[in-house]
């Protein structure tokens, strides 16, 4: 009578486990997201959660993106991967300059405006920043 008894609540709790594994299972992903009252699960995805960082390579005596799309307190940092120094200096008005970044160092710098800007070095290398 006792094994009956124990072999019977086996059988109900694996079906129970059984059936809750395989309707689990059968449920898409979005069916299960946490999502703000209220507001589209897309537009929770777009909203910018904070200043971004954006990195520019220098190399092959190039500025590698050239043009690149920022928001306003973006942060880009110039990586340079060159052989040579460079440097990164706005081109309208000289606002702002990064003097000599030596092979294999980088400069920062927090960005609000639009600008273009080139390598006073050599200035042939140029780029272009957009604030959205």
């Known amino acids: 009578m006792i094994s009956f008894f124990i072999l ?3 059988g109900i709790i694996f079906t ?6 395989f309707l689990f299972g059968c449920t898409r992903p979005e069916d ?10 897309s537009a929770i995805d777009s909203e910018k959660s904070g ?13 590698h993106p050239d043009q690149i799309n920022v928001h306003k307190g973006d942060t ?6 060159d052989i040579v ?5 706005e081109e309208n ?14 400069w920062k710098m927090v960005v609000n405006t639009s600008a273009n800007y080139f390598c006073a ?3 042939v290398m140029k780029g272009k920043i957009t604030v959205e």
């Open 32 to 41: 299960n997201a946490i999502n703000e009252p209220g507001k589209n699960p």
């Open 51 to 63: 200043p971004e960082l954006h990195t520019i390579e220098i190399s092959e005596m190039k500025f």
């Open 85 to 89: 120094a460079h440097c990164i200096t």
């Open 76 to 81: 880009v940092i110039w990586k340079n991967n």
């Open 121 to 123: 070095i050599h200035q």
């Open 93 to 106: 008005t000289k606002a702002w300059t990064s003097s000599k970044v030596p092979a294999g160092a980088s």
């Open 16 to 21: 129970y486990l059984f059936l809750s594994f």
């Open 8 to 10: 019977k609540w086996r």
